[in-house]
């Protein structure tokens, strides 16, 4: 494949990404910050991002696995995930944790674990999506190409 | 605190968000900011020179300080008290972020003296607009 053939199954599915509400425009801050002198800041932020959730929904499956919940500590583990979520864009991640977060103010045991499924689901989504999207950013460069920056106004 | 006009503003960036640091970093450093980050209030304090740990010789200036308001141990709002209650410290502009935009939180915050209040996620133009108050505060 070409690379302008490549260029262009990539900005068809970066855009899917945006069109199906996985990313959100945050995204594109993380991008526009990537440059010549920083041209491997979105695969660091993202795998920044990838480490740290992991932990906190291993955190969050032994807290919640507990005879008697600690509510706050759930709670403090999902602002987290929620936060980094909303920094690199991960939209619908971002929005599970909001969800979660009012559950947990209720100390809603079974509304909890469900929502923790929801969020690992998202995560795991997201997590798919970025590694295709950033595998494909690999290819482009590999073959000598440059990436191409999404438009907004889609 | 005496600055060269055309020098590199030093900003120290508290977040307990490992994340949140990364991204605060690269825009500040974007807006040709040197950066600092801390991980915690205390960790910042110590740094500031008004912890219980500070090394004799080891206060370094800063320019301006940008802080989360939810941080586990000491809040971002306790630590702006700290700051303003400093004889040393209490003209360095403050700035919060939170990703809560609580109208109560955010006058709390004015009222003890931060310069600005930012919601998360911070950017581009969030950073532009504080290089420029802090060039302003600068002059």
Known sequence: MEVGQMQRRLVDYTKSLFMEG?????????????????????VEVVSLFFDDSEKLLNDLTMALDQPNV?????????HQLKGSSSSIGAQRVKNACIAFRSFCE???????????????????LVKNKLETMLRLEQQIVAAGGSIPMIELGF | MAVELGDE?????????????????????????KVTTAEN?????????????????TVSEVN??????????MTGYELLKKIKESSVL??????????????????????EGAKMF?????????????KWHLMKCRN
């Open chain 2, 64 to 73: 301006m300080i940008i802080t989360d308001y939810c941080m586990p141990g």
């Open chain 2, 118 to 130: 930012m919601l998360k996620p911070l950017k581009q133009s969030d950073v532009k607009q504080l």
């Open chain 1, 70 to 78: 600690d509510f706050k500590k759930v709670d403090a583990h999902v």
């Open chain 2, 90 to 111: 209490k003209e360095v502009p403050v700035v919060i972020m939170s990703s809560e935009n609580i109208p109560t939180r955010i006058s709390q915050c004015l009222e």
């Open chain 1, 22 to 42: 996985f990313l959100d425009a945050q995204f594109l801050q993380l991008q526009q910050l990537q440059d010549e002198s920083n041209p491997d800041f979105v």
């Open chain 2, 41 to 57: 209030a205390l960790r910042a304090l110590d740094y500031l020179g008004l912890g219980n740990d500070t090394l004799e010789g």
């Open chain 2, 9 to 33: 503003p030093h900003v120290l960036a508290v977040d307990d968000n490992l994340i949140d640091r990364k991204l605060v970093e690269r825009l500040l450093k974007n807006s040709s900011c």
């Open chain 1, 106 to 124: 209720e100390q809603n045991i079974d509304a909890t674990l469900r929502c923790l499924q929801q969020v690992k689901q998202e995560y795991y």
